[in-house]
């Protein structure tokens, strides 16, 4: 990655909040690198996804080169190096929720949204045309007691069925 | 009927538990008040390794013993909370990090006591975001009260305790893999030796503990190792000469999950059945049990002829298994095994995390073999194949049978044991993820053939009856015990 590049890219830093937290994760390990999951959890989170920017400035915090970030980065499947939708929905399709007919919901939200199955290389086919969605599958969310479950960004949906889902996308969309 | 046994869930449904002043209520940290009025570090090290508490992890190791490998003379040394919960079927320690979270820090204190550990780390899963939330607020509460940070409770005692969230690894969930996520790497394993009491995050001696492991430490503390030895059922391992008694002691938080009326956790004592775990779990849903997997996705699959096997660390050894997680997935007569193991496969294929070539290539291989048996592509071939008996002439010789045989069955099989080989137990990759995905292969495959042929030969998904299905235990291999060398027997 060359400096070219990241130059095209809006550069990017810190908000006060997020910078306040930083600094106080930091603190907490003995080597800087170790702060980077957390770190690019904040920045992801300030940004909606990974930008080459992103990486650069992680990797100037953290004081490690910029592939080590890039490394970490494309290995982790909740990192983000493309836009997603403003909910991000995770489908879980392991066996117990498999059982448990997740299939039904996955095609319901397919078709409600209108969206294709986001990949982990392309995630803008799982994205809705006005940016609201994104649509992926993931492995097992651990509540396997409640399958077929879903997590929208961060909150969890359980025992859902094919009625759950429109309540829940017409209280998303409102 | 078995009774519940709650101690570590017994009062997970208080309204409030996760806040400091109820949790207090219901004898919150006396015990670890306990630990550092009335023992010494040793002692407390001693009564773990006493009650015969094994890891609830996944390996079924000894705590204790684990413990005792941790050098003395090193400084700092770590602990790491494993809380990166992802083995399909396992939701336990969910509920404890978001509804008892206090229970949590309880038992780290108490391991830090006995290790002399200042700094302790909870590597929480990135899915568990209300998880993180309630424990981010429960260590707050505990540093405002006094029991973590510096000098707590006036006894010179220093524990800090951080949380770290992952962000999506399954194989993170793995120690080493854990401790190089840990280090702000990718996730990928390490070699063992070293291993990481002696060598782990940050090159430091760290021991690796699961939530519900730690979890059981207040009330080995609180109730004396007395009281935690007579639950669950004391083996003699005839493995060994002579015999070894292997305890199995304390509870277990079984996850149940699938065809059952009341999928949740139940707590019992280890050494029941399938048969028990399910009439407690609220029934069957459905007609019949076609299958039961006892330990999350990797266990090699229980067939309804094991379902006397007891659910414990030993039994299940010995039934060629493992209790793992104790994520137990029950399945009934409609479901398919085919397409049962293409959804497991297809979870390995995606979380191999790339670092050993027979994982990275092997499992992808196998799961696209299961696909195209289950898509109805199944390769099979009838050959002549010299089998010698008394041929047409009456002479010894090539009879000149023709066979049928299922290509794909046997590469599957070869696929499978090249990651790791399910029957002398030795892998070709750097963790125990081979074996992981070798053994759901090669058990489904081996204990539901005919399910398999049948689904080749007509060309589409087929589900035969359960009792068709299924290959009797004395016609199949897959069923014995597990191989184990003589002179390994004492390692």
């Known amino acids: 990655m060359s400096d070219e590049l990241i130059q095209i890219e809006t550069p990017f830093a810190f908000n006060e909040e997020n910078q306040r937290e930083f600094d106080e994760l930091i603190g907490r390990y003995p080597i800087k690198e170790a702060a980077m999951l957390p770190t690019l959890h904040l920045a992801q989170n300030q940004t909606g996804y990974i930008t080459p920017a992103v990486m650069k400035y992680v990797a100037e915090q953290l004081e490690v080169s910029v592939m080590k970030v890039k490394d970490v980065v494309t290995f982790y499947p909740m990192f983000f190096e493309e836009p997603v939708g403003d909910y991000v929905i995770r489908v879980c399709h392991t066996l117990p929720c498999a059982l448990r007919d997740c299939k039904v919901v996955l095609e319901h939200l397919k078709e409600k949204l209108g969206t294709d199955i986001a990949s982990e290389t392309n995630l803008a086919k799982g994205t809705t045309a006005d940016g609201k969605f994104t649509l992926m599958k993931v492995e097992c969310l651990a509540s396997c007691d409640v399958a077929p479950v879903i997590m929208v960004n961060g909150d969890l949906h359980k025992n859902l069925t094919p009625e759950k889902v429109d309540e829940l996308l017409a209280k998303l969309a409102s | ?491």
């Open chain 2, 1 to 491: 009927m078995v009774e519940e046994r709650r101690i570590l869930y017994e009062h997970l449904d208080v309204p409030d538990i996760n806040t400091f002043d109820v949790f207090r209520q219901y004898d919150g940290y006396t015990r670890f008040e306990k630990a550092i009025a009335e023992y010494q570090p040793e002692d407390i090290a001693k009564m773990v390794l006493d009650s015969g508490l094994k890891g609830r992890g996944g390996a079924g190791f000894s705590t204790g013993e684990k413990w005792s490998f941790v050098p003395k003379d090193i400084k700092p040394c770590y602990l790491c909370c494993n809380a990166d919960e992802s083995e399909p079927g396992t939701f336990s320690n969910r509920y404890v990090l978001e509804k008892n979270p206090h229970l949590l820090i309880e038992g780290i204190l108490i391991c830090c006591y006995a290790m002399g550990i200042e700094t302790t780390y909870i590597y929480i899963r990135g899915e568990f975001t209300l998880g993180k939330k309630m424990l981010d607020a429960a260590i707050k509460e505990a540093y405002e009260q006094g029991y973590l940070g510096k000098d707590i409770r006036g006894t010179g005692l220093n524990v800090d305790i951080y949380s770290h969230p992952g962000a999506g690894a399954y194989i993170c969930g793995e120690e080493t893999g854990l401790i190089e996520s840990l280090e702000g790497k990718r996730g990928q394993p390490r070699n063992k030796p070293p291993f990481p009491a002696v060598e782990g995050v940050f090159r430091k001696p760290t021991v690796v503990q699961n939530v519900e492991t730690l979890c059981n430490l207040p009330f080995i503390i609180g109730n004396g190792v007395e009281w935690y030895t007579q639950m669950g059922p004391t083996y003699a391992d005839t493995r060994f000469d002579p015999p070894k008694p292997d305890a199995n002691t304390g509870t277990k938080l079984y996850c149940i999950s699938g065809d059952v009326n009341e999928p949740g956790v139940y707590e019992l004592d280890l050494g029941l059945t399938s048969t028990e775990l399910i009439e407690v779990a609220g029934g069957l849903r459905g007609e019949e049990v076609k299958a039961v997997i006892p330990g999350g996705s990797s266990a090699p699959i229980l067939t309804h002829y094991e379902l006397d096997t007891r659910l414990d660390f030993t039994s299940l050894t010995l039934a060629k298994s493992m209790l793992g997680s104790g994520g137990i997935i029950v399945m009934n007569e409609t479901r398919n095994i085919v397409d049962c193991l293409l959804n497991i496969m297809k979870f390995y294929a995606h979380e191999s995390c790339g670092q050993c070539t027979p994982c990275r290539w092997g499992t992808p291989w196998v799961r696209d073999i299961v696909q195209r048996i289950a898509d109805g592509d199944g390769r099979k071939d009838t050959i002549t194949r010299p089998k010698f008996g008394v041929a047409e002439n009456g002479r010894w010789g090539d009879t000149g049978e023709t066979e049928e045989i299922y290509e794909d069955l046997d590469l599957l099989e070869s696929v499978a044991n090249n990651i790791a080989n399910v029957d002398t137990m030795t892998w070709n990759t750097i963790c125990v993820f081979g074996i992981a995905v070798s053994w759901p292969a090669v058990s489904y495959m081996r204990k539901f053939r005919p399910e398999f042929e049948a689904t080749i030969r007509e060309g589409k998904l087929v589900t035969l009856p359960v009792a068709e299905a299924t290959v009797p235990p004395e016609e199949n291999y897959a069923y014995q015990q597990r191989f184990v060398p003589k002179e390994f027997a004492d390692l």
